[in-house]
């Protein structure tokens, strides 16, 4: 049972355009979500995260929108460079007792062309 | 560098021989994570420690994977008997307060 659902799985936008990935979830007791960037041979690497109490967070040309009401979220990244071809993952995270691990969408690959 | 770091970073092993993987997560996080990435996947959770004391394991850690981390500071991952099947970019993880920063992986192919 996939927990987080990811899409689209591939992703080719035009450089200076926007780039735009979607995550649904269905276990209301998320309450952390993180969006991740990996480059080939590297982990992933922490972009930008945010709580369910806030419906949109932004830092530089990254934006997450979040939609409780409809267990959804979203990355937006505003005009799009070469250099943000990579792997994108979003995640999710129940708090309180418990690991804090993180659940994992299966990956968008976005290829921003020039 | 004062990120995670892992070793090796890339193993090749036959089938039915024993492999161990290292981690040594950053200094003063005590929680510390394995995950196993396969292609075309995200991460998915194996185990966790806190501090010296692994608390939690995922029903995908069968009974050929065992994970340490004495002292509270450098983990080992180690698989027995290893399968074409395990063959995954293995990563390790370790968190202060919210965010878990990752290392660069041990990628495993069994042949």
């Known amino acids: 049972q996939q927990q987080v659902k990811q899409s689209p799985q591939s992703l080719i936008v035009q450089k200076g355009g926007i780039s735009i990935i979607n995550c649904a979830y269905e276990?209301?007791?998320?309450?952390?979500f993180p969006w991740y960037q990996q480059f080939p041979g590297k982990g992933p690497a922490l972009l930008i995260a945010i709580r369910p109490d806030v419906s949109e967070k932004k830092e530089g040309r990254f934006t997450i929108s979040f939609n409780k009401s409809a267990k959804q979220f979203s990355l937006h990244i505003m005009d799009s460079q070469p250099g943000d071809s990579a792997t994108y993952f979003c995640?999710?995270?129940?708090?309180?007792?418990?690991?804090?691990?993180?659940?994992f969408g299966k990956g968008t690959k976005l290829s921003v062309i020039p | 560098d004062t990120g995670v770091s892992q070793d090796p970073r890339h193993k090749i092993t036959k089938r039915g021989q024993n492999v161990t993987f290292r981690c040594d997560p950053i200094?003063?996080?005590?929680?510390l994570y394995w995950y196993r990435q396969t292609l075309g996947q995200g991460p998915e959770f194996l185990t966790y420690f806190q501090n010296e004391a692994q608390l939690e394991k995922s029903r995908l850690l069968s009974d050929r994977f065992s994970a340490e981390r004495p002292k509270g500071s450098f983990s080992t991952l180690e698989i027995q008997r290893t399968e074409q099947g395990d063959s995954a970019m293995y990563l390790c993880a370790s968190r202060g307060a919210d965010t878990q920063y990752f290392g660069p992986g041990t990628r495993l192919t069994v042949l």
């Open positions: 276990n209301t007791a998320f309450d952390y």
């Open positions: 995640a999710a995270r129940e708090s309180g007792a418990g690991s804090y691990q993180l659940t």
């Open positions: 200094s003063e996080h005590n929680r």
